[in-house]
């Protein structure tokens, strides 16, 4: 169990598949199936039109950020460095609602938090974010 002051980091992630690939929850359900998980390990998936779609519940820890999992709630952007203004639009709502439920979290790229050869989400999550305004 995830508990609501457990969660301290943010973590914005993207799918690493082609940016014409229309996927979504479903697949990534599937796919992380097949690593022998528990099941999609993000929290919310945005589709390449913008679409928000639920993973796993807010109370269920994550399986997404190796060693952060407890700590963290994971998004996750269909694409792999071209991302829609609707997603982008999606991930700003996400993360003002997840700001104003949970106190003191802090947004961060998957690339950012742990030590990975992972380049994900491919762009420069703190940066967008202080373009935005989301702090
Ligand atoms: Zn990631």
């Known amino acids: 169990?995830?508990?609501?002051?457990?969660?301290?980091?943010?973590?914005v992630h993207?799918?690493?598949?082609?940016?014409?690939?229309?996927i979504g929850a479903k697949e990534i359900h599937?796919?992380?199936?097949?690593?022998?998980?528990?099941?999609?390990?993000y929290h919310k998936v945005i589709n390449r039109n913008g679409i928000i779609e639920n993973g796993r519940p807010e109370y269920w820890v994550g399986a997404h950020v190796k060693g952060k999992n407890d700590l963290s709630l994971g998004v996750c952007l269909i694409g792999r460095n071209k991302f829609t203004k609707n997603q982008y639009e999606s991930l700003e709502q996400?993360?003002?609602?997840?700001?104003?439920?949970?106190?003191n979290v802090?947004?961060?790229?998957?690339?950012?938090?742990?030590?990975?050869?992972k380049t994900c989400p491919n762009f420069d999550v703190n940066e967008w974010?202080?373009?935005r305004g989301i702090y």
């Open 1 to 11: 169990m995830l508990n609501k002051r457990d969660i301290k980091y943010i973590v």
């Open 14 to 22: 993207c799918s690493d598949t082609p940016n014409n690939e229309k």
């Open 30 to 41: 599937k796919m992380h199936l097949s690593f022998g998980w528990d099941g999609i390990g």
């Open 94 to 103: 996400i993360l003002i609602y997840w700001k104003s439920v949970y106190d």
């Open 106 to 117: 802090k947004i961060v790229g998957h690339r950012d938090i742990v030590k990975t050869d």
């Open 129 to 131: 974010c202080i373009k």
